[in-house]
C-alpha cells in the first residue's frame, strides 16, 4: 500500500467530486489551477464556474453569464430551454466557453475572459453551429474547430463566430448508438482524439472514444468502445456520460463525467440531478482506458488541496449574493435587494407561485442526500416561504403570510395545501429537513427520502407540519435534466429573510 500524501483520509476521495446539480461538465488546466464549467438550464445566472487545486476539492467561483446582455431565457422553462451544456477551454492566454442557450432568441454562443471567474465578455453569436454541446480546439496551426452533436464539425473564428464551410459529419458513435453528442477534441500524441457520449442521459449513457490524424478526422473507433458506461449494472453510480479529459501537471491523466446516485432500488429515483464524478484514465497502446468509476477512489498522487467551503449559514450581509445563489430564468433588480434592509435578503414578488417561471426565488443546490435548511422570514404584508424545487409542476414549500403558515405540494397537475397553522407573528423561522435512506448510494429497499416541512413558534418549539414522499421530486418522476434546489421565495407583496442556514446531515430515516 503506497503511503497516502497528506490531505487524503485513508489514501482516498469520494465521488462525486462536485456534488448536486453541476452536470455535463467541461474542464481545462492552466498550470497548476483546475477550472470547470456545467450546464445550468432554465437558473440565472448561467454556467456555474468552478476551481480546483486538486481535481477533488472544488469552490464555485462565479458564473459565466450573470449579465441580462449575456443571457436571454424568456421561454425556457425547467429543463426545456436555457443554457446546455459548455466547453470550457484555455488558448493563447485567454478563456474561452462555447455553450448553447436552446429555445427562442438563443443559440450557440461563445464568450471569452482572462480571469475565469469573470467578467465574461458578451456574446459572440455563432449561427452556423446548430447542435448542442459544442466543443473547441485548435489545431497547431491555430485553426480553431467546433465539434458539436451529431457529430459535426466546422472550422470557425471564435473572435467573431463566423464558420468556415458547411458542417462535416465526423462520427455517428458506436454501431447502433443512440444520440452521439458532447463531443471534445484533444490532441495526444501524435493522434487526435474524439471523446463522445452516447446512450442519452439516462441510465443507458455511456463514454466512447475515437482518433484520427487530423482534427477533421478521419476517425478510427476504439475498440474498447465504449470505454466507460454503468449501463445494465447495479452499480452505485449510474447515467455515466458527457465526460472531459485533462492532463494533471504530472502527465497522468483524468475524465470528470456527470453522473447520478440513484436511491430505491432498480432502477431507482435520484434528486441530486446529474452530478460531477472524476475517474483515472491510463493509456494502452494509443488508447485512453478509464479506472474504476466508484463513490470511494484511491487519491490522486499529490497532496489534497482542500478549499475553503462556503459557511453554511448566509446571512446576506455582503454587498452581493454568493454565486452559488440561483434564481429561476432571471433576477431582476427590482425583485430582490441586498441593500432595502442591510443584512438582509428583500424579495418582491412576481409571480404568485412556484408554479409559475417567473417566481421571484433564490435558492441554491441540494447537494447531500440528507440535509436541514432554517431560514427567518419577515412577511410584513407580504406572503413567502421555503421551497424545495424541482421544476415549475414538483416542488414542495412552507409559506408564511396572512396570518398562517401552510404546507403546499405541487405534484404533477395536483397542487394541495397539506396542513395549515395560525401563526401571527411576521417574523416566523421556517424549516425543510429532508431525510434519505441508509448513507449508500444505492439500496435495495424502498425506503423513500422524505422531505418534513416545520415551523418554529414563539416558544422556541419546531413543530413539522407535513411529512412528504421525496420521489415526487426526483428526476425519474419530473423528468428533465436538472436536480432539486432549496430557496426562498415571494408570492405577494415583499418579504425579507434575515439568513439561510444549509446544514448537511448524515441522519438516516428514523426506524
Ligand atoms: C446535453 C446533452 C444531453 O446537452 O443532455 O442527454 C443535455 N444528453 O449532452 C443536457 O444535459
Not at 491510463?282 to 484511491?298: I, Q, R
Request: aromatic letters at 10%; a negative charge; proline letters at 11%.
Amino acid at each position: 500500500m503506497t503511503r497516502s500524501l497528506p490531505g487524503w483520509p485513508n489514501g482516498t476521495f469520494t465521488n462525486p467530486v462536485v456534488a448536486g446539480m453541476y452536470p455535463d461538465p467541461s474542464i481545462c488546466r492552466v498550470g497548476e489551477d483546475y477550472y470547470l464549467a456545467c450546464s445550468s438550464f432554465e437558473y440565472w445566472p448561467g454556467v456555474p464556474i468552478l476551481h480546483s487545486r486538486d481535481l477533488v476539492h472544488w469552490e464555485q467561483i462565479g458564473n459565466a453569464l450573470d449579465r441580462p446582455s449575456q443571457l436571454r431565457m424568456p421561454a425556457a422553462t425547467a429543463s426545456s430551454g436555457g443554457i446546455y451544456a459548455p466547453t470550457l477551454r484555455h488558448h493563447d492566454g485567454r478563456f474561452w466557453l462555447i455553450v448553447t442557450n436552446v429555445g427562442p432568441g438563443g443559440g450557440t454562443i461563445i464568450c471569452t475572459a482572462t480571469n475565469p471567474a469573470g467578467p465574461w465578455s458578451d456574446p459572440v453569436p455563432v449561427p452556423g453551429v446548430t447542435g448542442i454541446d459544442p466543443d473547441l480546439a485548435w489545431d497547431t496551426d491555430g485553426r480553431c474547430w467546433c465539434t458539436y452533436a451529431g457529430i459535426e464539425q466546422v472550422r470557425i473564428d471564435p473572435w467573431t463566430g463566423q464558420v468556415f464551410g458547411p458542417p462535416q459529419r465526423l462520427w455517428s458513435g458506436a454501431p447502433g448508438a443512440q444520440a452521439p453528442e458532447a463531443p471534445h477534441l484533444y490532441r495526444v500524441g501524435g493522434w487526435w482524439y474524439l471523446l463522445i457520449a452516447e446512450g442519452g442521459t439516462e441510465r443507458g449513457h455511456a463514454v466512447s472514444i475515437a482518433r484520427g490524424p487530423e482534427p477533421y478526422g478521419p476517425f478510427e473507433p476504439s475498440p474498447a468502445n465504449p470505454v466507460l458506461t454503468h449501463r445494465g449494472t447495479h452499480k452505485p453510480i449510474q447515467n455515466t456520460g458527457h465526460a472531459d479529459l485533462v492532463e494533471a501537471p504530472d502527465g497522468s491523466w483524468w475524465m470528470v463525467l456527470l453522473g447520478v446516485r440513484p436511491g430505491g432500488g432498480t432502477p431507482g429515483w435520484h434528486v441530486l440531478g446529474r452530478e460531477t464524478f472524476l475517474a483515472p484514465v491510463s493509456w494502452v497502446d494509443g488508447w485512453p482506458v478509464v479506472g474504476e468509476l466508484a463513490p470511494v477512489m484511491t487519491a490522486p498522487p499529490w497532496p489534497a488541496r482542500p478549499v475553503a467551503a462556503p459557511p453554511p449559514r448566509d446571512d446576506f450581509d455582503a454587498d452581493r449574493l454568493h454565486p452559488r445563489w440561483v434564481s429561476v430564468r432571471s433576477r431582476p433588480r427590482k425583485y430582490w435587494s441586498l441593500t432595502e434592509r442591510p443584512g438582509w435578503l428583500t424579495l418582491h414578488a412576481r409571480d404568485e407561485s412556484l408554479d409559475r417561471p417567473e417566481v421571484t426565488f433564490v435558492g441554491r443546490r441540494q447537494q447531500d442526500p440528507s440535509c436541514g435548511v432554517r431560514t427567518l422570514i419577515d412577511t410584513g404584508d407580504g406572503r413567502g416561504g421555503l421551497a424545495i424545487r424541482l421544476d415549475e409542476r414538483h416542488h414542495y414549500e412552507i409559506e408564511a403570510g396572512g396570518g398562517e403558515v401552510r404546507v403546499i405540494a405541487r405534484i404533477g397537475s395536483m397542487r394541495w395545501a397539506v396542513a395549515t397553522r395560525p401563526v401571527s407573528a411576521t417574523r416566523v423561522r421556517l424549516g425543510i429537513d429532508v431525510l434519505a435512506a441508509p448513507a449508500e448510494y444505492w439500496h435495495p429497499c424502498q425506503e423513500p427520502d422524505i422531505v418534513r416541512l416545520g415551523v418554529e413558534h414563539a416558544d422556541g418549539v419546531y413543530e413539522v407540519l407535513a411529512e412528504l414522499d421525496g420521489r415526487y421530486l426526483s428526476t425519474e418522476v419530473a423528468g428533465g435534466f436538472t436536480g432539486r434546489v432549496i430557496g426562498m421565495y415571494a408570492a405577494f407583496g415583499t418579504v425579507r429573510f434575515d439568513w439561510l442556514d444549509y446544514e448537511p446531515v448524515a441522519a438516516k430515516l428514523s426506524p
